[in-house]
């Protein structure tokens, strides 16, 4: 990369502050997040760290611990024989029940769907028993990828039965709720959902676009709509994307350690 006069990526001069002199890895931070700021947009590569040598001047040391810094508050992420991208967004979501879709627009991010894969099939034994169905009932399998401005945070994998939404499969599958409450009539109304951690094997790394082995939030939810169970879906979220919030009030004795 060949900087231009006054980019945030020209050579850097010697700095001071207070009598001090700014150390260099200082000064190669300020000047990547400069240009996150102002030249590039999630999910953008940086320069190379050779490239990075040659047009501020510094050594190969001192521009990877500046992009250690950047990388352990969250700015930056290495993704291993590809090379270091600006971070795409993080949300911070509470445990209720609402659709993605909804969720990242309060946030303020734009929201994307891909439906990867929908079909009939006959419920297994686990798929049964979520959906309260016998085991073989036809059941519709939907497999999304939902994407907030253009990053991949969730891979979901729902299963809804047919009885309930005949000609599913014609519909718009990107935002279900709505279909389930304007061509079926079944509003969400209540849930529960269980979450625990997981590593990402080869097929999650590949569809959200991340390292095997990186760190997965796994939320298995059962929805309702009055007394009638109508979906059973499993959401696979990216770790470094999205945290969760949650209200806690006592339970039990008040004198409780």
Do not use: C
């Amino acid at each position: 990369m060949v900087s231009t006069p006054g980019s945030p990526l020209d050579r850097l001069p010697v700095e001071q502050q207070g009598g001090r002199t700014t150390t260099k890895r200082v000064q190669v931070r300020r000047r990547l997040e400069e240009l996150i700021d102002t030249g590039l947009k999630p999910g953008d590569a940086i320069p190379s760290e050779r490239a990075l040598v040659i047009s501020l001047g510094v050594s190969r040391v001192t521009v990877r611990q500046a992009i250690a810094d950047l990388v352990e508050v969250g700015r930056l992420e290495r993704v291993h024989g590809k090379g270091t991208y600006v971070t795409g967004p993080q949300v911070d979501s509470q445990l209720h029940l609402t659709s993605f879709s909804r969720e990242m627009r309060e946030r303020g991010l734009h929201p994307e769907t891909k439906v990867l894969a929908a079909s009939q099939e006959a419920a297994d034994a686990e798929v049964a028993e979520k959906l309260n169905v016998p085991v073989g009932r036809p059941v519709v399998r939907v497999e999304r990828l939902r994407l907030a401005d253009g990053t991949p945070m969730a891979h979901e994998v729902g299963f809804y039965p047919s009885a309930l939404f005949p000609g599913l499969l014609e519909q718009q599958l990107d935002t279900l709720y709505d279909v389930f409450a304007n061509k079926y009539g079944f509003v969400v109304s209540s849930g529960y959902q269980t979450v625990r951690s997981e590593a990402a094997d080869a097929v999650h790394a590949h569809i959200l676009q991340i390292p095997r082995k990186a760190p997965l939030l796994v939320q298995e939810r059962v929805t309702k709509s009055g007394d009638t169970v109508m979906e059973f879906a499993t959401s696979w979220y990216r770790a470094d994307r999205y945290r969760i919030h949650m209200r806690i009030t006592p339970s039990g004795a008040a004198n409780g350690a």
